[in-house]
């Protein structure tokens, strides 16, 4: 198993910034590729995808996000990280960890929230 645990949320004003963690635990072996993804709680809506980086050191972004976050990663602490800039409204909402391998998790969140 891979256990996920986020950090960094809050409340941040429209053109802030924050920095979201996740750490990795467990069989960290058989993780692929880490993963950032928002889910505003509204009806019909699945978790959209904001960013992923892999194993192999590709990554990948939302449109909405490209030029205002950034994702990264730290091996040795087992951790990504997810630098958000230039917040807007828009960014509102759960922001959850996942890991890619044999099996998925998820993180249990960490919320943001961008006021106007």
Known sequence: QVQLVESGGGT???????R??????????????????????????DRELIATFTTDGDTKYADFVKGRFIISMDPAKNTV???MNNL??????????????WIDYWGHGTQVTVSS
């Open 12 to 18: 941040v004003q429209a053109g802030g910034s924050l």
């Open 88 to 101: 807007n409204v828009a960014d509102t909402g759960e922001y959850l960890c996942k890991s890619t391998g």
């Open 81 to 83: 990280y997810l630098q």
């Open 20 to 45: 979201l963690s996740c750490v990795a635990s467990g069989q960290i072996e058989a993780i692929r590729a880490l993963g950032w993804y928002r889910d505003t709680h509204t009806p019909g809506k």
